[in-house]
């Protein structure tokens, strides 16, 4: 167990729908990292939070947000769902937002299928 | 940008015997951090072991070991003593100075034999 805590776990919906996906990171990690896993995309780098602040981005869509909030839990909203957001979302979380602080400890992802 | 590309889509490998995943990447960044990653069926990344690119010395975590050359930019993976409970998908992974993001390779699935 990393300790990274996602709900749901699975999640089947429709196109054009919402969804949001949550993440509860480690005790004590301030960093939340959210990755998706598509079967013709791969592992794919979505955005990090950092102390409730936004740190980086990858190649999230416009249809994407997400945010850290002050318990530091974290929130992916993915909205006017299309199939091919049909993925696994992983939530990541460490210590700090550099290297130096180690490694980033992945939770068990979220499925989401859309129909 | 960064990139990771692993060659091998599948490998086995007899219960016992040694394997090794090949990882090559491409970086502009002068310090810069490998892993790799486990992924079983029950889906959890776990990490496997880790190398900082400015030590030379190859990171060794019980039966898991790295070849890694800088100049060659290869990150390779040996198992020894492969388990059953080996199989996995594996990533290689690549992290820069920027923080903690990571690009992924495509992963290996590899499969370990009775």
């Known amino acids: 167990d990393s300790g990274v805590t996602q709900t749901p776990k699975h999640l089947i919906t429709a196109t054009g729908q919402r969804v949001t996906l949550r993440c509860s990171p480690r005790s004590g990690d301030l960093s939340v990292y959210w990755y998706q896993q598509s079967l013709d995309q791969g592992l794919q780098f979505l955005i990090q939070y950092y102390n409730g602040e936004e740190r980086a981005k990858g190649n999230i869509l416009e249809r994407f947000s997400a945010q850290q909030f002050p318990d530091l839990h974290s929130e992916l909203n993915l909205s006017s769902l299309e199939l091919g957001d049909s993925a696994l979302y992983f939530c990541a979380s460490s210590v700090g937002a550099g290297w130096s602080t180690g490694e980033l400890f992945f939770g068990e992802g979220s499925r989401l299928t859309v129909l | 940008a960064q990139t990771v590309t692993q060659s091998q889509p599948e490998m086995s490998v007899q219960e016992a015997e040694t394997v090794t995943l090949s990882c090559t990447y491409d970086t502009s960044e002068s310090n810069y951090y490998l892993f790799w990653y486990k992924q079983p069926p029950s889906r959890q990344m776990i990490l496997v072991i880790r190398?900082?690119?400015?030590?030379?010395q190859n990171a060794t975590e019980n039966r898991f070991s790295v070849n890694f050359q800088k100049a060659a930019k290869s990150f390779s993976l040996k198992i020894s003593d492969s388990q059953l409970g080996d199989t996995a998908m594996y990533f290689c992974a690549l992290g820069g100075n920027a923080g903690n993001m990571l690009t992924f390779g495509g992963g290996t699935r590899l499969m370990v034999k009775p």
């Open positions: 190398q900082e690119a400015y030590k030379q």
